[in-house]
T-cell receptor, first 115, second 114 residues
Framework: NAGVTQTPKFQVLKTGQSMTLQCAQDMNHNSMYWYRQDPGMGLRLIYY???????DKGEVPNGYNVSRLNKREFSLRLESAAPSQTSVYFCASSESSDRGRYGYTFGSGTRLTVV | AQSVTQLGSHVSVSEGALVLLRCNYSSSVPPYLFWYVQYPNQGLQLLLK??????LVKGINGFEAEFKKSETSFHLTKPSAHMSDAAEYFC????????????FGTGTLLAVQP
């Protein structure tokens, strides 16, 4: 099925460990995004990639890095996990043309717990 | 800068009653506005969107929203709630452009009582 695929779906890390969250889309979208979702705070943008080869910081980039590996894939890395990074992480993609009228397609999320 | 405010983090209605979820936006340019729904343990699904065409927008599952520029509002309604509508609903705004970033509200959790 066409869409956005995220792996893993669940992960438990110890403080200080590192990990990479993977995201791939098969809709030929130019733009990709990483959000985190926390209770009462909605979704906050961590990083985004407007097109292949470019990445930019969002609202809450501290403690994260990203790589736009190719047009399909956009990964999020936690170099040294902290309990404050316990969250649900969503990847999304969209067409970058026509002023954003198409909205985003979301993956099903990665539930990360840092202990 | 754009932003959205969702009034009421929790809304409870009876099955068959009107659903009204409120969203007010702030944008210095004509916005695009969206409503997304999130069912438990799932990702977000697009319900409907306003992109400067008709001000009354119809979406999936019987939901609709009306863009009111004078009130800077984009409230979501459904005439008759169903148990399956229980979910969290997010309003979002973008001003478009090359970066096309969506800014989300904090969400409204809808409970439907039998």
């Amino acid at each position: 099925n066409a869409g956005v695929t995220q792996t893993p779906k669940f992960q438990v890390l110890k403080t200080g460990q590192s990990m990479t969250l993977q995201c791939a889309q098969d809709m030929n979208h130019n733009s990709m995004y990483w959000y985190r979702q926390d209770p009462g705070m909605g979704l906050r943008l961590i990083y985004y990639s407007a097109s292949e080869g470019t990445t930019d910081k969002g609202e809450v980039p501290n403690g994260y890095n990203v790589s736009r590996l190719n047009k399909r894939e956009f990964s999020l890395r936690l170099e040294s996990a902290a309990p404050s990074q316990t969250s649900v992480y969503f990847c999304a993609s969209s067409e970058s043309s026509d002023r954003g009228r198409y909205g985003y397609t979301f993956g099903s999320g990665t539930r990360l717990t840092v202990v | 800068a754009q932003s959205v405010t969702q009034l009421g983090s929790h809304v409870s209605v009876s099955e068959g009653a009107l659903v009204l979820l409120r969203c007010n936006y702030s944008s210095s340019v004509p916005p695009y506005l969206f409503w997304y729904v999130q069912y438990p343990n799932q990702g977000l699904q697009l319900l409907l969107k306003y992109t400067s065409a008709a001000t009354l927008v119809k979406g999936i599952n019987g939901f609709e929203a009306e863009f009111k520029k004078s009130e800077t509002s984009f409230h979501l309604t459904k005439p008759s709630a169903h148990m399956s509508d229980a979910a969290e609903y997010f309003c979002a705004v973008t001003r478009g452009g090359a970066t096309n970033k969506l800014i989300f509200g904090t969400g409204t959790l809808l409970a439907v009582q039998p």
